[in-house]
């Protein structure tokens, strides 16, 4: 892959809780000018996003139950539809791990599969956080 076409491959990524608008609308920017495959901020910015690359091809990301993945299924699915309609083009969701520690596989699948299913026909990631996983929780 040639060096020069890196920058599509990646998500220019703010979300951090004290973010500003202007912190938004200066990652949007530098997303803009080194041709940043998308932008990944949290579901208050999301619009903000939207305006900022309107004349660009750069997508935006959103977080769905960001950063603790505790979120009730239910407010999982309500924020995915809210920043679709405020503009995100993919979605990065936090899976359960609670419940995947629990051994609740079928409740993260499920999980997993809804929010898919009110996404469609956006990209959907599934955020692990492989520090707090185990080597057999990672496999599962």
Known sequence: ???QNLAQYIDHTLLRPEAT?????KLCAEA???KFFSVCVNPQ??????EELEDSDVKICAVVGF???ANLTSTKVGETVQVIQCGADEI?????????KTGNTEYVFDE???IVRVAS??????????????????IR
């Open 45 to 50: 910015w999301v619009a903000t996003a939207k």
């Open 92 to 100: 990065d969701m936090v899976q359960s791990i609670g419940a995947l």
């Open 1 to 3: 892959m040639p060096s």
């Open 21 to 25: 608008q202007q912190m938004i609308q």
């Open 67 to 69: 950063p603790l993945g």
């Open 121 to 138: 026909p956006r990209i959907v990631k599934v955020i692990l956080e492989t520090n707090l996983l185990t080597r057999e929780e990672k």
């Open 112 to 114: 997993i599969k809804e």
């Open 32 to 34: 803009k000018k080194f």
